[in-house]
């Protein structure tokens, strides 16, 4: 009996011993498994998307301590969260707990990896994560009943390794990590004089030319764009010179270097070898601001570089939410395809404030003065030459106040090379002349991936903002000159105001890739040359190029490199400069043009883009008559969009007087919902975007929807015709909507009221505001809003058969602005428009309406339900950034009966 209880104890001893073998090896298993599936859905798509886009890091001058650091925390940082969380659970708790956090964390990661891969494929977002959890799901239920999958996790565990071999061995990311301090020489030339370059982004000459402008007769039209033409009255203008590219990381170190483009070429000093800024390093003291290149080798613009590894962390974090996010709902992230960097805080549009009928009645225009938004701190030049995290307008006002600060004049440099490239007038469209700021949209209507779609309505509308900002970058080129002036250096100065690349607006073309029918659009660009004591205009009708920039600049320096037409030393050696020297006699038949990687594709010869003037002077009216200077506005230029612009100005009273107002059938009715509310109340001395954009829908209407397609719509301020364009059919074609940018001349400080008009061919009819409220009217009490329009609201209460239903999913606060997103609709007609307010206190921060398309609800609750989502933008003062959700209440109304929204946590 005792020898039989040996044994026993003996086998149990050995099965426990077993069990705890197995559990150690199955452990292992499971956080081998962890390690791999962090790698898969985190380091691996991050890693493999970078390696393929190294000028990500070159737009950063990220150095190569912040590239292991940035492999590191994709690399370890996921994985550590889990496993320390695993291992606290096996001391605190049991084994158990360890493998049920183990088994999350895997399951987490299979479900992240699973998005980003069925994420791309265009299924609608909800099947997109219903596959992935079940992937996800399933996965974990193998790993942890099965011995095979763990075994399979061991074995991809060395992955990782193969992964950084392969990101560290991609060219751009060898280039990337091997950038020196300075390794270009630095040189000098005999006669230095000051020089400022002014290198704008994505700007056509057509849209700068007079309508009547023609390749023998070439006219800047001097009264939509003054700034130019005085630029031009004292300069050279090469009307047909023609940049080789259409990408700006390809287009800078052509200009800079004065050499055609080499594949494989980054767009950096280490890379491209000599630029004008080693050139001038020795004679200069370089001022220099690059966005998206780092041509200007460290010795001589270390200062002004941004090389914040936060920066670098933050925007991967971005690109990381549109990797997990389904395709369907990438529209509500902040975008990563409208700026180079700072993706996270880029410009951020806030809305006009929407206050109580307590408003300021002044009758004031509301203007901003551009200087006082550069700030006064000490350090703020630096923080805008290294353009993180402040706007593009801020970026030019620092780059005009360093600008007027009279060189010293003293010790072995003298003179200054002030350099700025902007990105302007570049997407996003969302400035005025003045400088104010209004909200366009994330979307571009009628843009599909880079190509026009064919009604020209569309390209029109994009035109249309294209020229508002346009006007706006025209006031900087005269307030460039104005400072120049100012402080002595324009007569002295060489001044050269050039762009980059152009665009097109043709419909059915592509708007940054040569197709043919756009080519010259995209290749033409402005190219003045002011130089030393020149006060006379001159044009030069030549065929000049990009690469002219710099050999033109060294002749006129008298640089060390004159050898044969600065091409090269004597003896035939390869040139080392393509392009030619603009104070010299010379011919040229064609500029080669260039793609993304630097491969020839064709070439282009001389001619100017007028069919694209011409258009504009067709779509917008001519510059022959002149309304307010101060507002910049020529006509009401751009404001008119279509035939009907020149309404502009005229009073509603007209409208119904036209000839042919009233039709046989009698005047036919239609109604509009606008995005936004009919009421709007103008602050002063803000700095939030101006309401502008009058955008919405033809609702219930007696004319066909077909018909309806293209007609003018007309919008009346306060009674004037202040904004002309036409109306576009949505994406199925059921409805027709609009968007109306008015002048902005016409919103003083204070409250003003929009009004709809239609006009085709055989009426003229003022469409009725459906659900529209007056802002004015929102009372709001302890965090509550109480009253509407008069009316007294009361809470909706469970069971009312109207009552309202409704969350928020998304909040985001930021320091510019907090960005609440949510849904609501009645139960009992969730079709109609629902009012939604942000309330603090007794304080009506803003007000938008339901509209918004909601699949999700759409799924669960019904067809109906779709079209019940909102957006609400708040300027983000005053919250803290992790409580906005506190700091504030949402309401939603029908104007009857209102509910409180909460989130769904």
């Not at 390093?281 to 370089?286: A, L, N």
């Not at 190219?527 to 990009?546: H, M, N």
Request: hydrophobic share 40%.
């Amino acid at each position: 009996m005792v020898g039989s209880d040996l044994r026993d104890g003996g086998r149990r001893q050995r099965r426990r011993a077993t069990q705890r073998s197995r559990w150690r090896l199955d452990r292992r298993a499971l956080y081998a498994t962890l390690w791999a599936s962090t790698w898969f859905a985190v380091g691996y798509p991050v890693l493999m998307t970078l390696r393929e886009q190294s000028e990500f890091f070159v737009v950063r001058n990220t150095d190569t301590q912040q590239i292991i650091l940035l492999v590191t925390v994709l690399g370890l940082v996921p994985f550590m969260l889990v496993a320390v969380t695993a291992a606290l659970a096996f001391r605190l708790g049991s084994a158990g707990a360890e493998r049920v956090v183990l088994l999350a964390g895997i399951a987490f990661f299979v479900l992240v990896g699973s998005l980003i891969v069925f994420g791309r494929l265009t299924w609608p977002g909800e099947l997109v994560v219903a596959t992935s959890l079940a992937m996800a799901a399933l996965a974990t239920w193998l790993v942890a009943t099965k011995q095979i999958a763990r075994r399979y996790g061991v074995a991809l565990a060395p992955a990782p390794l193969i992964i950084v071999g392969l990101f560290f061995s991609a060219p751009g990311v060898s280039i990337a990590t091997g950038l020196s301090a300075s390794a270009v020489e630095l040189g000098g030339v005999a006669h230095p004089t000051d020089l400022i370059v002014l290198v704008l982004d994505e700007l056509p000459l057509g849209t700068l030319l007079d309508g009547s402008a023609s390749a023998s007769s070439p006219r800047i039209d001097g009264g939509r764009f003054p700034g130019f033409a005085r630029l031009a009255e004292s300069s050279t203008w090469y009307p047909h010179a023609k940049s080789p590219t259409a990408h700006t990381a390809v287009a800078l170190p052509t200009l800079l270097t004065g050499r055609y483009p080499t594949p494989g070429r980054m767009p950096t000093a280490d890379s491209v070898g000599p630029t004008l800024f080693s050139e001038l390093g020795m004679s200069h003291d370089v001022v220099a601001v690059e966005p998206v290149t780092t041509l200007c080798p460290t010795a001589l613009c270390e200062r002004y570089r941004a090389d914040s590894a936060t920066r670098l962390l933050r925007d991967v974090g971005v690109l990381y939410e549109h990797m997990v996010t389904p395709e369907e709902w990438e529209g509500r992230l902040d975008p990563i395809d409208r700026s180079w960097a700072d993706f996270g805080g880029s410009e951020s549009i806030r809305p006009i404030s929407v206050r109580s009928a307590s408003s300021d009645d002044s009758t004031e225009p509301r203007s901003r003065d551009v200087a006082q938004e550069s700030g006064s701190d000490d350090d703020f030049m630096e923080t805008v030459l290294a353009q993180d995290g402040v706007s593009r307008q801020q970026v030019v006002a620092g780059w005009l106040a360093e600008l007027g600060v009279q060189p010293n004049g003293s010790g072995p440099i003298e003179k200054r090379f002030d350099f700025l490239h902007v990105l302007l007038p570049h997407t996003d469209w969302n400035y005025l002349p003045s400088g104010n700021r209004y909200d366009g949209g994330r979307e571009i209507p009628g843009l599909i991936l880079t190509e026009w779609v064919e009604q020209p309505v569309f390209s029109d509308m994009a035109l249309q903002r294209y020229l508002l900002q346009l006007q706006f970058v025209d006031t900087q080129v005269g307030a460039m000159i104005d400072t120049l002036r100012s402080t002595d250096r324009w007569e002295d100065a060489m001044v050269v105001v050039v762009a980059d690349h152009g665009m097109s607006f043709t419909p059915g073309s592509p708007y940054r890739e040569y197709d043919g029918t756009n080519d010259t659009d995209i290749a033409s660009i402005p190219l003045f040359i002011k130089y030393p004591g020149q006060t006379q205009a001159r044009v030069d009708k030549r065929l000049a190029s990009l690469v002219d920039v710099v050999p033109t600049v060294l002749a006129v320096m008298g640089s060390d490199k004159a050898g044969t037409d600065l091409r090269g030393a004597q003896g035939g050696n390869p040139p080392v400069i393509d392009g030619r020297s603009l104070t010299q006699d010379w011919d040229r038949d064609a500029v080669p043009l260039y793609d993304v990687l630097g491969q020839q594709i064709g070439s282009i010869g001389a001619g100017m883009p007028t069919d694209m003037a011409g258009h504009i002077a067709e779509t917008f009216g001519g510059s022959d008559r002149g309304l307010d200077s101060a507002q910049h506005s020529v006509a009401g230029f751009p404001y008119g969009l279509g035939p009907d612009r020149e309404l502009l100005g005229a009073s509603e009273g007209s409208l119904e007087a036209l000839e042919g107002g009233d039709s046989e059938g009698g005047r036919p009715t239609c109604s509009v919902e606008l995005d936004g509310s009919q009421t709007v109340d103008v602050s002063a001395g803000d700095n939030r975007a101006l309401p502008v954009r009058v955008a919405g829908v033809i609702g219930e209407c007696d004319i066909d929807v077909d018909a309806l397609m293209g007609t003018s719509v007309l919008v009346a301020v306060d009674g004037d015709v202040a904004g002309a364009g036409r109306t576009f059919p949505t994406v199925d074609r059921s409805q027709q909507r609009f968007s109306v940018i008015v002048d902005e001349a016409m919103l003083t400080t204070g409250l003003h009221s929009f009004s709809i008009w239609l006009k085709n061919d055989g009426y003229t009819v003022r469409a009725e505001v459906a659900d529209s409220i007056d802002p004015a009217e929102l009372v709001a009490h302890n965090g509550r809003l109480t009253s509407m329009n008069g009316h007294v609201l009361t809470a909706a209460e469970s069971g009312d058969e109207r009552l309202i239903a409704g969350q928020l999913t998304r909040d985001f606060a930021g320091t510019e602005r907090t960005v609440i997103e949510g849904w609501a609709a009645k139960s009992d007609d969730p079709e109609r428009r629902l009012w939604v307010v942000a309330v603090r206190g007794d304080e009506i921060l803003g007000v938008t309406a339901t509209g918004h398309e909601r699949i999700d609800v759409a799924f669960d609750r019904g067809e109906s339900w779709a079209n019940s989502g909102f957006s609400l933008e708040l300027p983000a003062e005053g919250y803290e950034t992790n409580n906005a959700r506190q700091a504030i209440e949402i309401w939603v109304t029908d104007g009857d009966i209102s509910r409180q929204l909460l989130t769904n946590a």
